[in-house]
């Protein structure tokens, strides 16, 4: 009679465990939680299934890339996580460790970094989710479920993306109906602009859209909306925002050529959007070492709530700022030195690394770098 009671229950718990499993692949997960891999013959999926996750090849090569796409369009790949290193001939899982390693990990090869940091004891747990805009979030969750802190997003990568809803990655597209213009913001810093509409034409956008596209302004309770209308196709088809800033139809052609917005050009609709002291090819790298004025920064900021990322922009805008870091030891704060003199690099490694600027004039890999004093 027991004996019967328990195959019973043994049963309900198996029908139980196997509706579970059965739920379980019927509704594909969408999060990567510390501990967790993605190998793969497996995806995440948003929420609302709009996005899929997960690792493809390239055409008919051996190559293989972490990407994102439309779940029903695999074709239109929106991020790529490893775009100029491939896996090549080998198999590959993305894994989240507790410690904040975010990688991809090839089969006997090296690990390809999403989120590039040093290894840290992290007070809530890590998850890494796709969400319905086709972003992929690194965060830290408290026991609630409540963000503490946005590590790491797919938005932030420059890559090859195009935009429904006409924002992601550095750039984001706007309709300002004050001024009457399109514009295209990097970083929430103009870029470029289509110049004022006239009649149902901008000024700025190219010859080839000019004959493409009508535009009106439509106002209702939500306000004022730009609508373009495809004057062949009759009605709206969709456009992409690269991730270089370039505005695109779906079949490929330019809605507005952003090429030659170097930063300091104006021509064509381009804004000048670097800071005066900067060229586009400088950049931050990573290096032991110290400026001969001392290993004191010039000032910190020690808001908890600032990231790496943050802090690069900060140096970036500021004119004379040669070197950040972050200040706290899990990656939080910034400090940051300004007309320290030469930089002096430390190739034994024992003084921790900053993130120096490299002008364009000084990226051949030399041993001493000398940073404008
Ligand atoms: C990949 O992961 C899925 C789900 O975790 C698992 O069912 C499958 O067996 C794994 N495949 C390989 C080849 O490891
Ligand atoms: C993390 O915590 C462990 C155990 O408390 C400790 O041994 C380790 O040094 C810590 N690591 C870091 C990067 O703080
Ligand atoms: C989580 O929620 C509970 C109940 O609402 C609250 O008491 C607790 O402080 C919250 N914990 C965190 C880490 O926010
Ligand atoms: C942060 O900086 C402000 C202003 O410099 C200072 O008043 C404050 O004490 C600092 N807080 C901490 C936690 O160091
Ligand atoms: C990071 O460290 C600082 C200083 O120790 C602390 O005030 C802050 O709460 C920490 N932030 C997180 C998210 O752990």
Request: aromatic share 12%; charged share 20%; with cysteine.
């Amino acid at each position: 009679m027991a004996t019967n009671e328990n195959h019973l229950k043994l049963m309900f718990l198996l029908m139980l465990s196997c509706m579970w499993i059965f739920f379980a692949a019927a509704r594909p997960r969408d999060t990567l939680k510390s501990g967790d891999t993605l190998n793969s013959s497996s995806h995440l999926v948003s929420a609302k299934g709009a996005f899929t996750l997960g690792f493809f090849h390239s055409g008919s090569t051996n190559n293989i890339y972490l990407g994102i796409w439309f779940t029903n369009d695999p074709k239109k790949i929106v991020w790529v996580g490893n775009r100029n290193k491939p896996v090549v001939n080998t198999a590959a899982v993305l894994t989240l460790e507790a410690n904040g390693n975010f990688e991809i990990l090839p089969q006997g090869g090296d690990a390809i970094p999403l989120y590039p940091h040093q290894a840290t004891n992290y007070t809530y747990t890590l998850f890494a989710t796709l969400l319905d805009s086709g972003n992929f979030v690194l965060q830290e969750l408290d026991s609630n479920g409540t963000t503490q802190r946005v590590l790491w997003q797919s938005f932030d990568e420059p890559t090859d993306t195009l935009l429904p809803g006409m924002k992601l990655g550095q750039f984001s597209l706007e309709w300002d109906p004050k001024g009457r213009q399109l514009i295209i913001r990097r970083q929430g810093v103009e870029f470029w602009t289509s110049g004022v509409l006239k009649g149902d034409k901008f000024e700025f956008i190219s010859d080839e859209s000019k004959r493409m596209y009508n535009f009106i302004v439509v106002s209702n309770e939500d306000g004022e909306h730009l609508v373009y209308n495809d004057i062949n196709q009759g009605g709206q088809s969709a456009w992409f925002l690269s991730f270089e800033g370039k505005l695109l139809s779906f079949d490929g052609s330019y809605i507005a050529e952003t090429e030659n917005c170097n930063g300091h050009s104006t021509d064509g609709g381009c804004k000048r959007w670097l800071p005066s002291c900067r060229s586009r090819d400088d950049m931050f790298d990573k290096r032991s070492g110290y400026f001969i004025q001392g290993p004191e920064p010039s000032f910190l900021h020690n808001n908890t709530k600032l990231t790496m990322d943050d802090c690069r922009v900060t140096c970036w805008n500021h004119c004379g700022c040669d070197a950040y870091t972050f200040l706290y030891d899990n990656q939080t704060g910034c400090k940051f030195w300004v007309k320290k003199g030469e930089f002096f690099q430390d190739l034994s490694g024992i003084i921790p690394a900053l993130y120096v600027l490299i002008p364009k004039s000084s990226q051949n890999g030399m041993f001493l770098q000398l940073i404008n004093s």
